[in-house]
């Protein structure tokens, strides 16, 4: 995990804090982003992204032109279901083929250009993450569908809802950078061709190489943690050691 998604993550832990102790009460308004970025000495960013990840988790709620509102806890079994990486990624995977599909009929010259100008930006290395999160909002918006380009945003928004999702993301979004871009220039000529099978099967293919990537990242893992467990228990049996105690 980088250090801004921790840093933003040690925010979302210390409201949250507050919130259960009673500082901030169910109901509540949580002060201006300003006043939090001061209190926990932060930039007003941080304090923005640590927002989105309380209100998936539900903890607070945005009214818009309002403030930020503490919920009451949700009470009922079952609430607080933990979501993993494959399932947020199967979901975008399903959804966002649809999407694609759609888009394919209904997105603007307007909108291929900025979608290109993503592409460009991927390339070069200019700002990767923010041009992929744009590249999937322009599709998405493009459906003209207001209930899939609100199911897309939430989607994208679990991917920084818990410390197990943000590790898992982040241990192969900065990989294979090339091959996100063939993947988005596949998407990209679909949607320029109006051709909606081409763009779900594009869209299916991209997240279904994201899904094998976290497998492999997850399973690469695994082994190095048994690795370290055995040298531990090496040293801890080794005949020189015993010897010695």
């Given at each position: 995990?980088?250090?801004?998604?921790?840093?933003?993550?040690?925010?979302?832990?210390?409201?949250?804090?507050?919130?259960?102790?009673?500082?901030?009460?169910?109901?509540?308004?949580?002060?201006?982003?300003?006043?939090?970025?001061?209190?926990?000495?932060?930039?007003?960013?941080?304090?923005?992204?640590?927002?989105?990840?309380?209100?998936?988790?539900?903890?607070?709620?945005?009214?818009?032109?309002?403030?930020?509102?503490?919920?009451?806890?949700?009470?009922?079994?079952?609430?607080?279901?933990?979501?993993?990486?494959?399932?947020?990624?199967?979901?975008?995977?399903?959804?966002?083929?649809?999407?694609?599909?759609?888009?394919?009929?209904?997105?603007?010259?307007?909108?291929?250009?900025?979608?290109?100008?993503?592409?460009?930006?991927?390339?070069?290395?200019?700002?990767?993450?923010?041009?992929?999160?744009?590249?999937?909002?322009?599709?998405?918006?493009?459906?003209?569908?207001?209930?899939?380009?609100?199911?897309?945003?939430?989607?994208?928004?679990?991917?920084?809802?818990?410390?197990?999702?943000?590790?898992?993301?982040d241990s192969?979004?900065?990989?294979?950078?090339?091959?996100?871009?063939?993947?988005?220039?596949?998407?990209?000529?679909?949607?320029?061709?109006?051709?909606?099978?081409?763009?779900?099967?594009?869209?299916?293919?991209?997240?279904?190489?994201?899904?094998?990537?976290?497998?492999?990242?997850?399973?690469?893992?695994?082994?190095?943690?048994?690795?370290?467990?055995?040298?531990?228990?090496?040293?801890?049996?080794?005949?020189?050691?015993?010897v010695e105690?």
């Amino acid at each position: 995990m980088s250090g801004n998604r921790r840093l933003f993550w040690s925010i979302v832990e210390k409201i949250e804090t507050l919130i259960d102790s009673g500082m901030y009460s169910p109901g509540s308004r949580l002060p201006p982003e300003r006043e939090l970025a001061e209190t926990f000495n932060v930039s007003r960013p941080t304090v923005r992204e640590a927002i989105i990840a309380l209100e998936v988790r539900e903890k607070i709620e945005v009214k818009t032109g309002s403030g930020v509102y503490v919920l009451k806890p949700v009470n009922q079994l079952g609430s607080q279901k933990k979501i993993n990486a494959f399932e947020v990624t199967q979901a975008r995977a399903l959804i966002e083929g649809e999407v694609a599909a759609i888009a394919a009929t209904t997105i603007t010259e307007d909108e291929l250009a900025r979608l290109h100008q993503t592409l460009v930006d991927m390339e070069n290395s200019h700002f990767i993450a923010a041009a992929d999160k744009e590249f999937h909002q322009i599709i998405a918006n493009a459906t003209r569908n207001s209930a899939m380009a609100l199911s897309a945003e939430n989607l994208w928004k679990l991917r920084s809802s818990t410390p197990e999702i943000i590790r898992d993301y982040d241990s192969v979004c900065s990989k294979d950078i090339s091959m996100t871009l063939a993947e988005h220039k596949a998407i990209y000529v679909a949607l320029k061709s109006g051709d909606a099978t081409q763009a779900r099967n594009a869209m299916h293919n991209h997240f279904n190489r994201l899904i094998n990537a976290l497998f492999d990242a997850i399973e690469s893992r695994s082994l190095e943690e048994i690795r370290r467990k055995n040298n531990e228990k090496r040293g801890l049996y080794s005949i020189p050691h015993s010897v010695e105690n």
